[in-house]
Antibody, heavy 114, light 107 residues
């Protein structure tokens, strides 16, 4: 069964770039038919789909974040990554990576604060 | 973007009773609708996709119905482990969007 694990700094300063990596085990990230996503949840709030990268390399970003988001894949490491630039306190959230709809990482809390 | 509206915000139910959760889309999402369960400190768990297909390992007491703009998640007989927050999510149009959630609490 595929497993996903998020990693990255838990604290980011305002105006800097948030960078997270999702390591995939139990399955190849380059196998066809799946999309690989980042989703976030503000503390005590609902869920927001940030974007995803399809196995073909196509990317889809939420228009609300599009100018600040980059999702990329490193097939050699079986990882995919999220970069969110110019962060503010409003970007403080638990960030999840996911494969399709069914397989999610446990999530990682990122706090934006000086 | 498609706005998903869930009702009620909170549902108080006794163990063993039936729970019915509603989700409405601001425009048609066909049957591209998923339901998730989330417990505190955990990632959402997929329950239903395609509006009515149970995900792997999901008990038969969970069922989904609907299409277009109106959807329902039914839990036929609530067990103690079912008290949680439930989210609907459409994946028909980008960006994918979630409802605000329904908290199912013990009555």
């Amino acid at each position: 069964q595929v497993q996903l694990q998020e990693s990255g700094p838990g604290l980011v300063k305002p105006s800097q770039t948030l960078s997270l990596t999702c390591t995939v085990s139990g399955g190849s990230i380059s196998s066809g038919g799946y999309y690989w996503s980042w989703i976030r949840q503000h503390p005590g709030k609902g869920l927001e789909w940030i974007g995803y990268i399809y196995y073909s390399g196509s990317t889809y970003y939420n228009p609300s974040l599009k100018s600040r988001v980059t999702i990329s894949v490193d097939t050699s490491k079986n990882q995919f990554s999220l970069k969110l630039s110019s962060v503010t306190a409003a970007d403080t959230a638990v960030y999840y990576c996911a494969r399709g709809l069914e397989d999610w990482g446990q999530g990682t809390l990122v706090t934006v604060s000086s | 973007e498609i706005v998903m509206t869930q009702s009620p915000a909170t549902l108080s139910v006794s163990p063993g009773e039936r729970a019915t959760l509603s989700c409405r889309a601001s425009q048609s999402v066909s049957s591209n609708l998923a339901w998730y369960q989330q417990k505190p400190g955990q990632a959402p768990r997929l329950l239903i996709y395609g509006a009515s297909t149970r995900a792997t390992g999901i008990p038969a007491r969970f069922s989904g119905s609907g299409s277009g703009t109106e959807f329902t998640l039914t839990i036929s007989s609530l067990q103690s482990e079912d008290f949680a927050v439930y989210y609907c999510q459409q994946y028909n149009n980008w960006p994918f969007t979630f409802g605000g959630g329904t908290k199912v609490e013990i009555k």
